[in-house]
C-alpha cells in the first residue's frame, strides 16, 4: 500500500518500512534523538528499539519518503483484538521537513488513511 501526499513542488510517499530501510530509519532517529524527552537513547538501545518494532507483527514502522529519502519514521503498535486501530508509539521527523505541511499531516495520515483503506497488522 503506498499512500501519496501531494502539495505543490513536493511528494511524500508514505509505507510501511522494512528490514532493508533499517539503516534510514536509526540515521532519522539519531538526528532527532535530542528532540525527545528523555531522549530516545537515555532508554533502550536504538537498534534494539528499531529491531523490536520490525520483528514484532503487532507493531511496524511507517515511513515518510521524498525523493526516495526517508525523511519521517512512525512505529505504531497496533491494537490486538481491533488490528485496523494503532497507537502512535514514537513520530520523528527530519528537522528540514518538521516545518513543512507535509511533516505536520504526516503524524495523521499515514495512519488514518492507512486503517481507513483497510491495511492490516502483518502476519
Known amino acids: 500500500m503506498v499512500i501519496e501526499l501531494l502539495e505543490p513542488l ?3 510517499t508514505i509505507r510501511e518500512a522494512t528490514w ?6 536509526m540515521r532519522v532517529l539519531s538526528i532527532v534523538d535530542h ?5 530516545l537513547t537515555e532508554g533502550e538501545n536504538l537498534r534494539v528499539k528499531v529491531s523490536r518494532i520490525l520483528n514484532d507483527r503487532r507493531r511496524s514502522w ?9 525523511v519521517g519514521v512512525v ?3 497496533y491494537h490486538y483484538r481491533r488490528p485496523q486501530l ?3 508509539e514514537t513520530l520523528a521527523v527530519l528537522p528540514n521537513f518538521g ?3 507535509s511533516a505536520r499531516n504526516s503524524s495523521n495520515t499515514p495512519c488514518r ?11
Open 113 to 123: 488513511s492507512s486503517f481507513k483503506t483497510g491495511w492490516r497488522q502483518r502476519s
Open 35 to 39: 528532540e525527545f524527552v528523555p531522549p
Open 75 to 77: 512505529a505504531v503498535i
Open 99 to 101: 516545518g513543512s505541511a
Open 20 to 25: 532493508n530501510d533499517f539503516d534510514a530509519i
Open 86 to 88: 494503532g497507537l502512535i
Open 62 to 70: 511507517i515511513k515518510a519518503v521524498d525523493d526516495g529519502r526517508i
Open 10 to 12: 513536493e511528494t511524500l
